[in-house]
Nanobody, 119 residues
Framework: QVQLVESGGGLVQAGGSLRLSCVASGSIFSINAMGWYRQAPGKQRELVAQVTSGGATNYAASVRGRFTISRDNAKNTVYLQMNNLKPEDTAVYYC?????????????WGQGTQVTVSS
């Protein structure tokens, strides 16, 4: 079993900052990537940022330059530093873990943490 525990969400004014954390535990065998997705009311879940096992990062265009993803391999933890937050960043943020299996890729999700940005 794999568990992802997120923390760091909350309410912040536009222009403010938040830092999300996600700790993975359990049967962590071969990590392919860790990342963050978000889902706003009435919208589909979308990729926010991802970091691969090799350290390569990928960001949604809407957050590039404002958000930074980082990872502590020793702690199986991924962080998302969010600066200059905007009301349109309001969403539930989900941690994602991708593991390499012998013949498949496995996706795991956290329970989600609410981020609300007021104008």
């Amino acid at each position: 079993q794999v568990q992802l525990v997120e923390s760091g969400g909350g309410l912040v004014q536009a222009g403010g900052s938040l830092r999300l954390s996600c700790v993975a535990s359990g049967s962590i065998f071969s990590i392919n990537a860790m990342g963050w997705y978000r889902q706003a009311p009435g919208k589909q879940r979308e990729l926010v940022a991802q970091v691969t096992s090799g350290g390569a990062t990928n960001y949604a265009a809407s957050v590039r330059g404002r958000f930074t993803i980082s990872r502590d391999n020793a702690k199986n933890t991924v962080y998302l530093q969010m600066n200059n937050l905007k009301p349109e960043d309001t969403a539930v943020y989900y941690c994602n873990l991708v593991l390499n299996g012998r013949a498949a890729i496995y996706n795991y999700w956290g329970q989600g943490t609410q981020v609300t940005v007021s104008s």
